[in-house]
Every structure is written in structure tokens, then in C-alpha cells.
């Protein structure tokens, strides 16, 4: 089984969305939602002044383009290849997944203790950002510690 699913270019892929879903996260939050991204879509829930189900909702969809552009670059980066792939950044990987998923459960844990009401929601959508930052940050720290030949902890 292997971590990394995707060629070493698809970093690059990543990269570029995450540069590009910064404008739409711009204008969504400080640049007025231009009207161009208000559209019909389709809506499983949605539930402004009341809840309905299944029906076709108007939408400004600059919040939904950011958060999709912001997410799939980071799992493309976060599950390519290296350039110069090795058999052992194997176990670097799963070291860095079972870390950050054990640093995601403990800020989700705070995160429970300490915000209340409807802010849990928000803290909440961000968690699975947190655990894919958290990845990438300790896959890379594992892989200087490496190069440096410094001795991992296990």
C-alpha cells in the first residue's frame, strides 16, 4: 500500500490551485461578492431562513470554488510522489499521518472544551485543513531529519 497515489507533477497541479482559490477567498471575504458568481445550484440541504431539502437554491459559489480549490491542492501535494521517490519516505509518511491525525484529535478535543455554541461548526470544517497542513508539515520535517541522518523517535 503506498501514501503517495499521485506522480511527483502533481505537486505543481496542487500548488496552482491553491494560488488560484486565493482570489475567490478574497472576494468572497473583502471583495463585495460580485454578482457574476451568484448561481443556481443544487442543494441537498440549505438552510438560511429556513431548512429545505433538495431543492435548487441561489448561491454565491466564491466560498464553495476557494474551499475546493484550497482542498484538492493540498491533498495533491500532500499525496505526490517525491521527485526523487524513495522506499523508506514510506515509513516517513505513515509516521507523519499517525502524528498529525493524533494533533488533529487533540486540537479537536481542546477545541470542544473550549469554544462554544455555533463556533464549534466553523472550528470544525477547518479540522480536516489542520490535519492535511499538519501532514505536510511533519512529512517534511521527517524528510530533513532524514537527509541529516538525524535519528527519528519512535
Not at 2 to 19: D, Q
Amino acid at each position: 500500500m503506498s501514501l503517495s497515489v499521485f506522480n511527483y507533477r502533481m505537486k505543481f497541479l496542487g500548488l496552482a490551485f491553491i494560488l488560484f482559490s486565493i482570489p475567490f477567498a478574497y472576494l468572497y471575504f473583502w471583495g463585495g461578492r460580485p454578482d457574476f458568481f451568484q448561481i443556481k445550484v443544487f442543494a441537498i440541504v440549505s438552510k438560511y431562513m429556513n431548512t429545505r431539502y433538495f431543492v435548487i437554491a441561489q448561491t454565491n459559489i466564491l466560498d464553495e470554488l476557494a474551499a475546493i480549490l484550497f482542498l484538492s491542492g493540498l491533498a495533491l501535494i500532500s499525496f505526490s510522489k517525491e521527485r526523487k521517490e524513495e522506499d523508506h519516505f514510506e515509513k516517513l509518511r505513515i509516521k507523519a499521518l499517525i502524528n498529525s491525525l493524533y494533533i488533529t484529535i487533540g486540537f479537536w478535543l481542546l477545541s470542544f472544551l473550549f469554544v462554544y455554541g455555533m463556533s464549534i461548526i466553523f472550528v470544525s470544517v477547518f479540522v480536516f485543513v489542520l490535519f492535511l497542513v499538519t501532514y505536510n508539515i511533519l512529512f517534511r520535517l521527517y524528510l530533513t531529519r532524514n537527509k541529516k541522518k538525524i535519528p527519528l523517535t519512535q
